[in-house]
């Protein structure tokens, strides 16, 4: 079945410092692939999403790219703020399961003064 | 515009006792999902709605858990009687069509003892 996978946190860095969030994806045809963010005590939240190959989805400084070959979609941002600690989750979608949301476990950032 | 409001914020409850979430999605989102999300992990869907009718319940444990959506507004989750591995947030979603962005509230974190 599909399936996420992200990589595992907390992940903490200093503020102004490179971020980069691995996902990556099994699923059949072509899924829609998005990243969700829940800040402390707030429910999850959109961040970007791609609906196809190569799309580039991006918001807030954040950016991911739709990468079928290696079946990623991997979250970065160039200058990270205390602002951005949450917990992101990377999802999937397929018209085939009705958009039903899959999951990764999440991924808590925390971010240094 | 009012984003889906669920309620309580918390809840603690001994165990074999009922329980019972709400949730008001946002005016004209016609899909209605309830999620249960354990510490550490991604939500895991209970339950879709479309309108008032549930066309999803595969993954609701039906022996504990009863879901309704009266008038395709408002929706219900109620737990009967409650375990200990119950405890995780409940989360509500609603959506105003297939493969669109998802609007969560802001859970309900449930603690059985």
């Known amino acids: 079945g599909d399936s996420v996978t992200q990589m595992e946190g907390p992940v903490t860095l200093s503020e102004e410092a490179f971020l980069t969030i691995n996902c990556t994806y099994t699923?059949?045809?072509?899924?829609?692939l998005f990243w969700y963010v829940q800040y402390p005590g707030e429910g999850l939240q959109l961040l970007l999403k791609?609906?196809?190959a190569d799309d580039k989805g991006s918001n807030k400084g954040f950016e991911a790219t739709y990468r079928k070959e290696t079946t990623s979609f991997h979250l970065e941002k160039g200058s990270v703020q205390v602002s951005d600690s949450a917990v992101y989750f990377c999802?999937?979608?397929?018209?085939?399961?009705?958009?039903?949301?899959?999951w990764g476990a999440g991924t808590k950032l925390i971010i240094k003064p | 515009e009012a984003g889906v409001v669920q309620s309580p914020r918390y809840k603690i409850i001994e165990k074999k006792q009922p329980v019972a979430f709400w949730c008001n999605p946002i005016?004209?989102?016609?899909?209605l999902y309830w999620y249960r999300q354990n510490l550490g992990q991604g939500p895991e869907l209970l339950i879709r709605?479309?309108?008032?009718?549930?066309?999803?319940d595969s993954q609701l444990p039906k022996d504990r858990f009863s879901a309704e959506r009266l008038k395709g507004v408002d929706s219900t989750l109620k737990i009967q009687p409650a375990e200990l591995g119950d405890s995780a947030v409940y989360l509500c979603?609603?959506?105003?069509?297939?493969?669109?962005?998802?609007?969560f509230g802001q859970g309900t974190r449930l603690t059985v003892v």
């Open positions: 979603a609603s959506t105003p069509g297939p493969n669109t962005e998802a609007f």
């Open positions: 709605y479309e309108n008032e009718e549930a066309v999803d």
């Open positions: 005016s004209g989102h016609n899909t």
């Open positions: 699923a059949t045809g072509y899924p829609s």
């Open positions: 999802a999937l979608s397929r018209m085939d399961s009705n958009y039903q949301l899959i």
């Open positions: 791609a609906t196809k």
